[in-house]
């Protein structure tokens, strides 16, 4: 018998031995190279969900310290206008304080003006007196050198006082 394509059952058992030696190549091949491909793509895509994970967490992180950070913006301007508040109070009281210490030295200055003046017209009255008496005495020695009468000593005694004043001796 004459066979088509020569099929035998050797050529059979060669096929079939064939197909199981490519199936178990098929698996030796597939556990020693689509494993580890099947691995590295599972880790990357692991990877690939922790970075993103992460990038949601620092956003979030983020998030909350620019709320923080504005906050502190809004006390920091708080505080700077508490300062500048308080600067201001300070100088109007140093204000207040140093226009009173000017005012006190001003009355001192005032008050020892007051108490020299008065020295001064008080020794100037001395001086005044000092005089009156010197005109009086030389007014005695012209009456006793001259031994005039009442009259004209009279006289003398009023032009005297006409001269000085009669503010000046009465005082």
């Known amino acids: ?54 990038a949601k967490t620092d956003k979030e992180k983020a998030a909350v310290m620019k709320a923080e950070y504005e906050e502190k913006l809004k006390k920091v301007d708080k505080e ?29 200055i005032i008050q020892h003006a007051k108490e020299e003046a008065k020295l001064e017209k008080d020794r100037v009255l001395d001086e005044m007196k000092q005089e009156m008496v010197a005109v009086a005495s030389m007014m005695a020695a012209k009456v006793v050198a001259s031994s005039i009468d009442t009259t004209v000593q009279n006289a003398l005694v009023e032009e005297t006082l006409k001269e000085m004043g009669e503010s000046t001796w009465q005082s």
């Open 1 to 54: 018998m004459t066979r088509l394509f020569d099929l035998d059952f050797q050529l059979l058992q060669d096929a079939v031995l064939l197909a199981i030696a490519i199936f178990v190549l098929f698996l030796v091949m597939s556990y020693f190279l689509l494993n580890p491909v099947r691995k590295l793509l599972q880790d990357r895509q692991k990877k690939i969900q922790d970075d993103i994970d992460n």
């Open 80 to 108: 700077a206008e508490a300062i500048l508040s308080e600067a201001r109070q300070k100088a109007l009281g140093n204000e207040a304080r140093i226009i009173d210490e000017a005012k006190q030295e001003a009355a001192k």
